[in-house]
């Protein structure tokens, strides 16, 4: 909740900057959030970030799929990579092992 309310006030901020009293509506948006017993968080997320969240569900779903297909190519080119090392580093040392008898 805070960290939608941070990045939303970011990307706002050129625009809130001319607002008049925006930071004591911050402050009181922020103080409604935060505690608990105000329900205000739940009200928010279920009005407003919620139904935004449940909207994009499809493309959110498609993304984070496209970011791990990525993150498991990655790791297996790094994989790769390092045991063509290891092996490349172990056949120099034995090679210099045999030439230093």
Not at 13 to 35: A, G, N, T
Not at 75 to 97: D, F, H, P, W, Y
Request: glycine share 4%; proline share 3%.
């Amino acid at each position: 909740m805070y960290g939608t309310a941070s990045v939303t006030e970011k990307a706002l901020d050129i625009l809130l900057y001319w607002v008049p009293y925006c930071e004591f509506v911050r402050k009181f948006f922020m103080f409604l959030i935060l505690i608990p017993h105000t329900g205000a968080a739940v009200w928010v997320y279920d009005h407003v970030i919620g139904p935004v969240f449940r909207s994009q569900r499809h493309t959110i779903d498609s993304s984070l799929e496209r970011v791990q297909r990525k993150a498991l190519e990655a790791s297996s080119e790094v994989q790769a990579v390092t045991s063509s090392l290891v092996r490349n580093a172990a056949s120099g040392i034995a090679s210099a092992a045999i030439k230093a008898r």
